[in-house]
């Protein structure tokens, strides 16, 4: 167990630019999740896959939002024409998905998003 | 899910219990208390969860009160590394898309 990866753990872009998360989540887990969070205030749910079907993603915060995880593995979060209000961090947590009274989300360190 | 209420900010004396209270009057029924903590640069970390009896496990205890209506997080014995931010989270079992994390309680452990 190794543990959820993200990478970059810091991404600088300007304002319009594209940019691309990815997110490794522990080995065999088939429940994958994106979050943004914003300075002083909680995680907040955008997204997340069962295997590699998307199975929820009406809180994604814009059409500029958008995840894949195209072999049911990793994930990637793309943010289109960023804007500087997009600046946040951006955490990905994974679980084995049973559903059962013991799911835990297990997260990775998330990446930071400066929007200049 | 419910909405719960929680103090913003606590100190707590290293070596000396932290007691974590949550308010989530508007609790139902299916609906667990789950708790979480951030540690400065982190992601959130998992404690523990209950539905309505006390629980224990290595990092914390729960205590559930009979109305349900609020619980308390101990730490029984609180390290410099226990600093971070307390969420706590009710939410009805099997939708972890659903997890609405508050602004949680920061605790600082001082020596």
């Known amino acids: 167990d190794t543990g959820v990866s993200q990478d970059p753990r810091h991404k600088i872009t300007k304002r319009g630019q594209n940019v691309t998360f990815r997110c490794d989540p522990i080995s065999e887990h088939n429940r994958l999740y994106w979050y943004r969070q914003t300075l002083g205030q909680g995680p907040e749910f955008l997204t997340y896959?069962?295997?590699?079907?998307?199975?929820?993603k009406s809180r994604l915060l814009s059409d500029r939002f958008s995840a894949e995880r195209p072999k049911g593995s990793f994930s990637t979060l793309e943010i289109q024409r960023t804007e500087q209000g997009d600046s946040a961090m951006y955490l990905c947590?994974?679980?084995?998905?049973?559903?059962?009274?013991?799911?835990?989300?297990?997260f990775g360190s998330g990446t930071q998003l400066s929007v200049l | 899910d419910a909405k719960t209420t929680q103090p913003t900010s606590m100190d707590c004396a290293e070596g000396r219990a932290a007691n974590l209270p949550c308010n989530h009057s508007?609790?139902?029924?299916?609906?667990?208390v789950y708790w979480y903590r951030q540690i400065h640069s982190q992601g959130p970390q998992y404690i523990i969860h209950g539905l309505k009896n006390n629980e224990t496990n290595e990092m914390a205890s729960l205590i559930i009160t009979e109305d349900r209506k609020s619980s308390t997080l101990i730490l029984p014995h609180a390290t410099l590394r226990d600093t971070a931010v307390y969420y706590c989270?009710?939410?009805?079992?099997?939708?972890?898309?659903?997890?609405?994390f508050g602004a949680g309680t920061r605790l600082t452990v001082k020596p």
């Open positions: 508007t609790i139902s029924g299916n609906e667990y």
């Open positions: 989270i009710v939410r009805v079992a099997y939708n972890n898309n659903d997890m609405r």
């Open positions: 947590a994974s679980s084995d998905g049973t559903g059962g009274l013991n799911e835990k989300l297990f």
């Open positions: 896959f069962q295997n590699e079907a998307q199975l929820e």
